[in-house]
Nanobody, 126 residues
Framework: QVQLVESGGGLVQAGGSRRLSCAFSGRTFSNYAMGWFRQAPGKEREFVAAVSRSGGNTYYADSVKGRFTISRDNAKNTVYLQMNSLKPEDTARHYC???????????????????WGQGTQVTVSS
């Protein structure tokens, strides 16, 4: 069974940066595309960023493009989300997810993800 454990959340001022990490265990990490999603109070869970199995392909939501960077280290079984120029509207619980796939591309739809972490809260103060 796959386990995902996020870390790195916290309180940050607007304009600041934060790096989230997600540790993967239980299966072969390189067989899974990875993604980050977030959910703010009273809102639906939304896609943030995705990375392919090799790390060679990435995809971002328009709201974070140019500010966030997703990456992975297959030797460390970890996926990262570097968040720069944070805004109050980035405040949300951030979740990482894993999608088993034989393909080399990214996975965007939350319905295509097989495993989810418990999330880590990011709060951006104005």
């Amino acid at each position: 069974q796959v386990q995902l454990v996020e870390s790195g959340g916290g309180l940050v001022q607007a304009g600041g940066s934060r790096r989230l990490s997600c540790a993967f265990s239980g299966r072969t990490f390189s067989n899974y595309a990875m993604g980050w999603f977030r959910q703010a109070p009273g809102k639906e869970r939304e896609f943030v960023a995705a990375v392919s199995r090799s790390g060679g392909n990435t995809y971002y939501a328009d709201s974070v493009k140019g500010r966030f960077t997703i990456s992975r280290d297959n030797a460390k079984n970890t996926v990262y989300l570097q968040m720069n120029s944070l805004k109050p509207e980035d405040t949300a619980r951030h979740y990482c997810a894993a999608a088993y796939t034989p393909y080399s591309g990214t996975v965007i739809s939350p319905n295509d993800y097989d495993y989810w972490g418990q999330g880590t809260q990011v709060t951006v103060s104005s």
